[in-house]
Antibody, heavy 129, light 111 residues
């Protein structure tokens, strides 16, 4: 059974870059069965989708964060990563990695299934000097 | 401000049924059958409860059901149990520019 685990610094200074890694166990990122995603949740607030990556490197980003976000994949380590630049206190949140099944249909559509079926436990990142 | 609108809170007694609404627009909920619902207990990660409007993942109780009419999706929980007390979030595909939008969440209290 596939499991996801986030890791990275819990404290980042304002204007610096937040970096997190999600390690996938129980399955291979390279299988192509899933798209891999980052989602965040500020303390006491709702969920915000950050972006998706496929094992091939294909990405989708939230347009409101796109200028500051990079999601990458390392198939040799079975990991994918998030970098968020120029952080402010507003970026303080629990960051989750999650997965969505790869989907294709007879109409020719292929891509993520646009729902998140597996989640990591989340990691709190605080932006503060 | 979230893209999808949910009531901040709903409540019900054990055994009753409740419905949580999720209102979007013709650019998201109204255009795609790609609405999902998540349950989140305090300090825990969200859990997928409903996908593609009304489908239940394996292992999710059939007390949970989903539907959609126009720009509004709904999650219904029947036979309320104490363990259902949690926050619930709706989510929708929103087209090839915005991609994914979430609701602001609804706190369900089992009285």
């Amino acid at each position: 059974q596939v499991q996801l685990q986030e890791s990275g610094p819990g404290l980042v200074k304002p204007s610096q870059t937040l970096s997190l890694t999600c390690t996938v166990s129980g399955g291979s990122i390279s299988s192509g069965d899933y798209y891999w995603s980052w989602i965040r949740q500020p303390p006491g607030k709702g969920l915000e989708w950050i972006g998706y990556i496929y094992y091939s490197g294909s990405t989708y980003y939230n347009p409101s964060l796109k200028s500051r976000v990079t999601i990458s994949v390392d198939t040799s380590k079975n990991q994918f990563s998030l970098k968020l630049s120029s952080v402010t206190a507003a970026d303080t949140a629990v960051y989750y990695c999650a997965s969505s099944k790869y989907y294709y249909d007879s109409s020719g559509y292929y891509g993520p299934a646009w729902y998140f079926d597996l989640w990591g436990r989340g990691t709190l990142v605080t932006v503060s000097s | 401000q979230s893209a999808l609108t949910q009531p901040a809170s709903v409540s019900g007694s054990p055994g009753q049924s409740i419905t949580i609404s999720c209102t979007g627009t013709s650019s998201d909920v109204g255009s795609y059958n790609l609405v999902s619902w998540y349950q989140q207990h305090p300090g825990k990660a969200p859990k997928l409860m409903i996908y593609e409007v009304s489908k239940r993942p394996s292992g999710v109780s059939n007390r949970f059901s989903g539907s959609k009419s126009g720009n509004t999706a709904s999650l219904t929980i029947s036979g309320l149990q104490a363990e259902d007390e949690a926050d619930y979030y709706c989510c929708s595909y929103a087209g090839s520019s915005t991609y994914v939008v979430f609701g602001g969440g609804t706190k369900l209290t089992v009285l």
